[in-house]
C-alpha cells in the first residue's frame, strides 16, 4: 500500500468521526432544548393558574358581596326575618339596582358556577367546580379568611352570610 493509500484511509476515518461527533452534539442539544421547553411549560402552567385562582377570589368575593347588598336591600321595610336571595346571578344585575356588573363564569371551572341553594330557595352562594388543589393555602382577604386549609377550590364556597364575618347586613 502507497503512502497515499494511508492518508486517504486516515481521512476518511477522521471525516466518519466528525459526523458522529456532529450527530451526537445535535441530539445532545435536543435532548436540553426537550428539557428547557419542559420546565418552562410547567412554570407556565403555575402562572396561568395563580392568576386563575387570583380571578376566582376576586370574582368570588364580588359574587358574596353582591348577594349581601341584595339581601338587605330586598329585605329592607320586610316583616318577615331571614335572608332573601335571588333566583338566578341574572338577578343581581338587574336595573335599577345592579349588584353585580355582569354575571360571571367560573374562571377554574371554564363555565357555570357551582349554586348553594338556601332553604327557603334562592342562590345564598357559589363555588367552582374544579377540584384542583390551590396554590394559596392561607393570608386570605379578610371576607374569605375561612378558606385557609382547604383542600381543593371546590371547598371555597363564597356566600352569605359568610363564615368569615359576622351575619350583619352590609
Known amino acids: 500500500?502507497?503512502?497515499c493509500g494511508c492518508m486517504l484511509i486516515s481521512r476518511q476515518q477522521r471525516v466518519m468521526n466528525e459526523r458522529g461527533v456532529t450527530y451526537l452534539m445535535l441530539m445532545f442539544a435536543i435532548v436540553l432544548i426537550g428539557i428547557a421547553t419542559t420546565a418552562a411549560a410547567k412554570q407556565w402552567k403555575v402562572i396561568v393558574q395563580r392568576e386563575l385562582e387570583a380571578d376566582l377570589l376576586a370574582?368570588?368575593?364580588e359574587i358574596q358581596n353582591a348577594l349581601a347588598f341584595y339581601s338587605a336591600a330586598t329585605k329592607a321595610g320586610r316583616v318577615m326575618p331571614g335572608?332573601?336571595?335571588p333566583q338566578t346571578?341574572?338577578?343581581l344585575t338587574r336595573l335599577p339596582?345592579?349588584?353585580l356588573r355582569k354575571v360571571y363564569l367560573d374562571p377554574m371551572g371554564h363555565g357555570e358556577w357551582?349554586?348553594?341553594r338556601a332553604p327557603t330557595g334562592g342562590i345564598m352562594g357559589v363555588r367552582s367546580k374544579s377540584h384542583a388543589k390551590p396554590f394559596r393555602q392561607h393570608d386570605f382577604p379578610s371576607a374569605v379568611r375561612h378558606f385557609e386549609g382547604r383542600d381543593t377550590y371546590h371547598d371555597w364556597v363564597f356566600q352569605y352570610p359568610n363564615p368569615s364575618s359576622?351575619?350583619?347586613a352590609p
Open 89 to 91: 346571578l341574572a338577578d
Open 59 to 61: 370574582k368570588g368575593i
Open 166 to 168: 359576622a351575619s350583619v
Open 97 to 99: 339596582k345592579p349588584f
Open 83 to 85: 335572608e332573601v336571595y
Open 1 to 3: 500500500m502507497s503512502p
Open 114 to 116: 357551582e349554586y348553594l
